[in-house]
C-alpha cells in the first residue's frame, strides 16, 4: 500500500483500525498519513470511544498529561482541524469532540458486534452461530501491539481492550468446544496455557480437550503444572472451575 499525504474530501469512506498499530485507509486501500505523535493519539483516543462524546479534559490529559501549554485549546483545535483536513468526521459537542464511524469502518466496533452477537447465540444454545460470531470478532485483531505512541493514558485503554480479547477467546473456545471440536484447539489451547499460565480457564478448556481426544493423562499434567505456577507465583490453590474439571477427569467422565 501507498501512504497518501493529500487532503481527503469528508466523502471519502475511510476505514480505522485500532486493533493493533492505528491505521486510517482511504477507499482506494491507501493510507492516510499522520505525522509525529499527537494527531495519531488524538484519533486513537476518539476511536476508541468512537460515536461517544469525549470532554476536551479527557483529550488534554491524552495529549499532555499533567503539563498541558497555557495554548492547549487552540493547539486541540488545530489538531482536530488536521484530522478533519484528512477527511476524518470530527465533530464538536459541547465541550468536547465526537467521531462518528460505520460498524463496519472500524475494527473495533466491529470486534464489538460480533462479540455481543457470539453472546447472544449462546444464551439461544447455538454454538455453532457462536463460534462463527466469536472467531469473527477475534479475526479483527492486527496485533496485541497496540498504541505503540507513548501515551499512558491509551496504553491504560489498550490493556483494557485486551483483556476484553482474552475474555472472547475464552468464551470462543467454550463455543468450539461444546461444537466438538476439541482435537481441532488443541494446538491453539497449548499456546494459550503456555502464554498466561495462571488463567485458569485456558487450563480448564486445555484439560476438557484433551480428555475429550483420549488422553486423559496429560490433562492430569495441565491440572499439576497450573496449580504449581498459582501456588508458587499467587500463592493459591485452584479455583473451583478448575478443580471441578479435574475431579471429572479423575472420575472418568
Not at 485507509?25 to 476518539?46: F, H, I, K, N, Q
Not at 501515551?151 to 467454550?174: F, G, K, N, Y
Request: glycine content about 8%; hydrophobic content about 40%; overall charge neutral.
Amino acid at each position: 500500500m501507498t501512504t497518501a499525504t493529500i487532503d481527503r474530501t469528508a466523502n471519502d469512506e475511510l476505514k480505522f483500525g485500532v486493533l493493533g498499530p492505528l491505521t486510517v485507509s482511504a477507499a482506494d486501500g491507501s493510507l492516510v498519513a499522520l505525522r509525529g505523535t499527537r494527531l495519531p493519539a488524538l484519533l486513537t483516543e476518539l476511536l476508541f470511544h468512537a460515536n461517544r462524546w469525549v470532554p476536551m479534559s479527557r483529550l488534554v490529559d491524552v495529549l499532555w498529561g499533567d503539563t498541558p501549554p497555557k495554548s492547549y485549546v487552540s493547539n486541540l483545535h488545530t489538531y482536530i482541524h488536521r484530522l478533519r483536513g484528512r477527511g476524518i468526521p470530527i465533530e464538536q459537542v459541547g465541550g468536547g469532540y465526537r467521531i462518528t464511524v460505520d460498524v463496519t469502518g472500524l475494527d473495533l466496533l466491529t470486534f464489538q458486534a460480533e462479540a455481543d452477537a457470539g453472546r447472544q447465540a449462546v444464551r439461544r444454545g447455538d454454538y455453532e452461530a457462536a463460534a462463527r460470531h466469536l472467531r469473527s470478532a477475534l479475526r479483527q485483531w492486527r496485533s496485541a501491539d497496540m498504541c505503540a505512541i507513548d501515551q499512558p493514558h491509551l496504553e491504560l485503554e489498550a490493556a483494557r481492550l485486551e483483556t476484553e480479547r482474552i475474555a472472547v477467546v475464552e468464551e470462543c473456545i467454550d463455543a468450539e468446544l461444546a461444537c466438538g471440536k476439541a482435537g481441532e484447539l488443541l494446538g491453539e489451547l497449548d499456546m494459550l496455557v503456555r502464554q498466561y499460565p495462571l488463567r485458569e480457564r485456558f487450563a480448564a478448556q486445555y484439560m476438557r480437550a484433551l480428555a475429550a481426544t483420549g488422553r486423559r493423562a496429560e490433562a492430569l499434567e495441565i491440572y499439576q503444572r497450573s496449580r504449581h505456577a498459582l501456588v508458587d507465583q499467587l500463592g493459591i490453590e485452584p479455583g473451583r472451575q478448575l478443580r471441578q474439571v479435574h475431579e471429572m477427569i479423575l472420575n472418568g467422565q
